[in-house]
């Protein structure tokens, strides 16, 4: 079975803080991939990255940054000096890969709600 | 280009009603996929269309539940003699095709009263 664990509920911190939401991941493939999305008070679920199991990089795209560690199955995000637009709910989510019998679907943790304060 | 688009954003029905939400996925996508939202959780996922064939409907949590994709592009979700446990963002995704990142559609918010 697929999990996804965000064990921190919420997150509040002053405007230029760095705050790094936790995603710790469980699943039996071997080959699999990881994402995040960002869910604005509208609603809509906004992606922001996709990371495949064969590339443990760590990525940077602007003020975010992604660190993706398969030994102790996390990938969790660091968003550096934040702003209060970042104030969101974010989730990490798993797919497998069919090929091996994982299903398409995309398994999501519970969420993390950041609150950015001015 | 053009999102993913729902319809209605809001339903608001009685108990034991009949509802239909409506999904419009970005062209070209073939892969369609509907997922629903409680409060304060992550996206569950319901089921997942190739072209016009469900590929994977293990989501669905009963048969009052029914999605169909007739001609491979919008789907339309069927919920049948509607519950209250029912309420909740319905969120429709779709991808250039099942290895592709999905993107989100706004949701349709429904409230069984």
């Known amino acids: 079975a697929q999990k996804v664990t965000q064990a921190q509920t919420e997150i509040s911190v002053v405007e230029k803080e760095d705050v790094t939401l936790d995603c710790v991941y469980e699943?039996?493939?071997?080959?699999?991939?990881l994402f995040w999305y960002k869910q604005p008070p509208s609603g809509e679920l906004v992606f922001l990255i996709r990371r495949n199991s064969f590339d443990e990089q760590n990525e940077i795209s602007g003020r975010y940054s992604w660190n993706f560690q398969k030994s102790t199955s996390s990938f969790n995000f660091t968003i550096t000096a934040s702003q209060v637009v970042d104030s969101a709910v974010y989730f990490c989510a798993l797919r497998g890969v069919r090929v091996q019998g994982g299903s398409e679907k995309l398994v999501f943790g519970k969420g993390t709600k950041l609150t950015v304060n001015p | 280009g053009a999102g993913v688009s729902q319809t209605p954003s809001n339903k608001v029905t009685e108990k034991g009603k009949y509802v239909e939400l409506r999904c419009d996925p970005i062209?070209?996508?073939?892969?369609l996929y509907w997922y629903r939202q409680s409060l304060g959780q992550g996206p569950e996922f319901l089921i997942y269309?190739?072209?016009?064939?469900?590929?994977?409907d293990s989501g669905l949590p009963n048969d009052r539940f029914f999605a169909v994709r007739p001609e491979g592009s919008v789907s339309t979700l069927k919920i049948q003699r509607t519950e209250r446990g029912d309420s909740a963002v319905y969120l429709c995704a779709s991808s250039w095709d099942p290895t592709r990142t999905q993107y989100f559609g706004p949701g349709t918010r429904l409230l069984v009263l």
């Open positions: 269309f190739q072209g016009t064939g469900a590929a994977d």
């Open positions: 062209s070209g996508h073939t892969a």
């Open positions: 699943t039996r493939d071997t080959t699999y991939y």
